[in-house]
């Protein structure tokens, strides 16, 4: 007897919300503003990166974080291949493979600082804390802190990579210029609590208009950006292909986020698309077997030296389309075995040519329940599975893996024990790609149990 499972798949869209800052009490901002361009400035080189949705293997060497399906990121390794799956479907769109939920979708990562914008802004700050209440004068050494809101963070206005105090301005002291006052420091906004602390020194004292000492602070904050229309997605089947837009994954972080989903383009009804919507981060591009994926992005201001022209560089990434299932080789015991060793040996071996096999998928999934009847069967994602043991020295991606298994109690092991007792059984994997393989005692596909 053989069995086999069919696993439903689902297109895991990831949902990207653009956040908007809420305005300032007693401020104001101004419309964004381009990277800066002068002194002490500089371009950083972006970057493009690929990572499959659901195995977290990825293109970037130094990778941190999950993907939206919780799989931690991992470098896929020097010179090695990214892959990633789609449904195989035949022309009336039924589908002829299975595969593992998000292994059809890639990420796909920008990084690039300068298209972080800085948008300028200010609030009216009551200097009352640092003053005497009442007081008709400031006095010269005075200093005090002046805590920033939380909705707008300052961020490194001038591009010279830190904090200090070039980026904040104070432009107006109750409108009396015989008070001289100067931002001494400057510290990082603190999460739910200020979105940055000032610190002011009274350089030199004056009169003031009225009882409390009043300053306009300017500085910069960011915002969620999004890049309309930067990445261009082509596929060997789509040369064509579609564009599609990034965003920000938060402020300031210059890390810039799109996912694409691979679809067969042997079933006509599926089309490269990036769903019709305006500034789309999310579409689907057509690809076969062994076709190749390529994301590319027009980094514009590319260069590290400021004096020089800058001159727009295309950086891309690839993934490979695999689809084809791992398969399972049993050595042992043979399909209707009899034997009286009831912790008899299960061995064999696991292959994939392609993306190579992902060793902790590899799970034996075996019969224990007493069924002298057989009239239960098991079943890949209720019943009891053990990770069998791998050949020494085996790793993610080889093509072919060997396991063996010996259960650690006499089995069945419920119920009374039985004269007469069939065990179930079948061997289960993934490779890299996301495809899923079953063993099968016949080589029959037709008459597979689903569930």
Do not use: C
């Not at 610190?199 to 009169?207: F, K, P």
């Not at 062994?290 to 030296?305: A, E, F, H, M, P």
Request: charged share 15%; aromatic share 4%.
């Amino acid at each position: 007897m053989k069995y086999s499972a069919r696993l439903v798949t689902a297109l895991a869209a990831v949902a990207l919300l653009l956040a908007a800052i809420v305005g300032l009490q007693g401020g104001f901002r101004t419309a964004h503003a381009t990277h800066p361009g002068g002194a002490g400035n500089t371009h950083t080189d972006g970057a493009v990166y690929l990572t499959n949705l659901w195995s977290g293997l990825t293109t970037e060497a130094s990778p941190s974080g999950t993907t939206a399906l919780g799989a931690t990121k991992a470098y896929v390794g020097a010179g090695k291949t990214l892959y990633a799956t789609f449904i195989d479907q035949l022309a009336n769109g039924s589908s002829t493979n299975f595969i593992a939920l998000g292994s059809n979708i890639v990420l796909i990562d920008v990084v690039d600082a300068d298209k972080n914008s800085k948008v300028a802004t200010g609030t009216t700050a009551n200097l009352a804390a640092g003053l005497s209440t009442g007081a008709a004068t400031t006095t010269a050494g005075l200093s005090f802190t002046v805590f920033l809101p939380s909705s707008a963070e300052i961020i490194d206005r001038d591009g010279d990579g830190a904090l200090d105090p070039d980026d904040v301005t104070i432009d107006l002291v109750n409108g009396n210029s015989t008070t001289t006052m100067q931002v001494t420091g400057v510290a990082a906004a603190l999460s739910n609590v200020h979105g940055g602390a000032v610190t002011i020194l009274v350089a030199s004292g004056g009169s003031t208009k009225g009882p409390n000492g009043t300053t306009t602070l300017l500085w910069s904050t960011s915002v969620i950006d999004t890049l309309p229309g930067v990445l261009k997605i082509t596929s060997t089947q789509d040369s064509v292909g579609i564009m599609l837009s990034a965003i920000e994954t938060g402020k300031s972080t210059g890390r810039f986020i799109a996912n694409v989903q691979l679809v067969d383009v042997e079933y006509t009804s599926n089309i490269s698309t990036s769903t019709g919507i305006s500034n789309s981060t999310t579409g689907a591009i057509k690809i076969q077997n062994g076709g190749v994926l390529t994301v590319k992005y027009l980094d514009d201001t590319r260069t590290s030296d400021k004096t020089a022209a800058v001159t727009a560089v295309e950086v891309s990434a690839t993934v490979t389309a695999d689809s084809v299932a791992p398969t399972v080789s049993v050595t042992g015991p043979t399909h209707n075995k009899q034997t009286q060793d009831r912790r008899p040996i299960f061995s064999g071996t696991v292959s994939d040519t392609a993306s190579g096999v992902k060793k902790s998928s590899v799970l034996l999934v075996h019969d224990n329940a007493d069924d002298a009847a057989n009239a239960v069967v098991v079943n890949a994602t209720t019943s009891s599975s053990s990770a069998p043991t791998l050949g020494s020295g085996s790793a993610d991606g080889d093509t072919t893996v060997t396991w063996t298994f010996t259960h650690p109690v006499d089995i069945p092991t419920t119920g009374g024990a039985q004269a007469s007792h069939k065990v179930d059984w079948l061997v289960t994997l993934s490779d890299l790609a996301g495809n899923q393989g079953f063993s099968d005692s016949d080589g029959d596909s037709s008459d597979n149990f689903s569930w």
